[in-house]
T-cell receptor, first 114, second 112 residues
Framework: TQLLEQSPQFLSIQEGENLTVYCNSS?????LQWYRQEPGEGPVLLVT?????EVKKLKRLTFQFGDARKDSSLHITAAQPGDTGLYLC??????????????FGQGTILTVHP | DTEVTQTPKHLVMGMTNKKSLKCEQH?????MYWYKQKAKKPPELMFV???????INESVPSRFSPECPNSSLLNLHLHALQPEDSALYLC???????????FGSGTQLSVL
């Protein structure tokens, strides 16, 4: 069974601060996705990283995939209250078709105070 | 159209009731999923349909019965649920072999 350890579980910061969320595993993933979920809604895909060492930027969000494709990070610069939500990483297993069996991290609940 | 539509948004049911959750997508996706999510926790996979056939059942109790009438529709039939089944039920779809999931807004289910 593949596991994704996501940390921190909770993050409460002031507007304008920077933050980083980590997802780590001993397993290799063919790709890793980051989702954000707001209360009462389903998760929304932010980005997918596929290549080891890959870095993707989405405005103030920077996503990194580890060289060995076992870990990933999400860095938010100058957080805003609109960034508040549950952030989820999800890995697709390497080797063969995953058949949709993503492994989710435990989630990070981010609260950005004005 | 990049939406996954779920109905109803909220559902309250007694333990003896029978109800159904509905999900629809028009993105041409051939894989559809049911997930269960407890508050502030990650989604837990329940079922996966591939090309309208059930391909994964994650040992879900038989009081949950999925159905895929066609490539755009996915239902989850509920019967004799327990209070611990109260949760947000999420439907998702993806192109087969492409694991990017498109989620609906979910049905918030309360079992009394």
């Amino acid at each position: 069974t593949q596991l994704l350890e996501q940390s921190p579980q909770f993050l409460s910061i002031q507007e304008g601060e920077n933050l980083t969320v980590y997802c780590n595993s001993s397993s290799v993933f063919s790709s890793l996705q980051w989702y954000r979920q707001e209360p009462g809604e389903g998760p929304v895909l932010l980005v997918t990283v596929v290549t080891g060492g890959e870095v993707k930027k989405l405005k103030r969000l920077t996503f990194q995939f580890g060289d060995a494709r076992k870990d990933s990070s999400l860095h938010i610069t100058a957080a805003q209250p609109g960034d508040t939500g549950l952030y989820l990483c999800a890995g697709a297993p390497a080797g063969g078709t995953s058949y949709g069996k993503l492994t989710f991290g435990q989630g990070t609940i981010l609260t950005v105070h004005p | 159209d990049t939406e996954v539509t779920q109905t109803p948004k909220h559902l309250v049911m007694g333990m003896t009731n029978k109800k159904s959750l509905k999900c629809e997508q028009h993105m041409g996706h051939r894989a559809m999923y049911w997930y269960k999510q407890k508050a502030k926790k990650p989604p837990e996979l329940m079922f996966v349909y591939s090309y309208e056939k059930l391909s994964i059942n994650e040992s879900v109790p038989s009081r949950f019965s999925p159905e895929c009438p066609n490539s755009s529709l996915l239902n989850l039939h509920l019967h004799a649920l327990q209070p611990e089944d109260s949760a947000l039920y999420l439907c998702a779809s993806s192109g087969w072999g492409n694991e990017k999931l498109f989620f609906g807004s979910g049905t918030q289910l309360s079992v009394l």
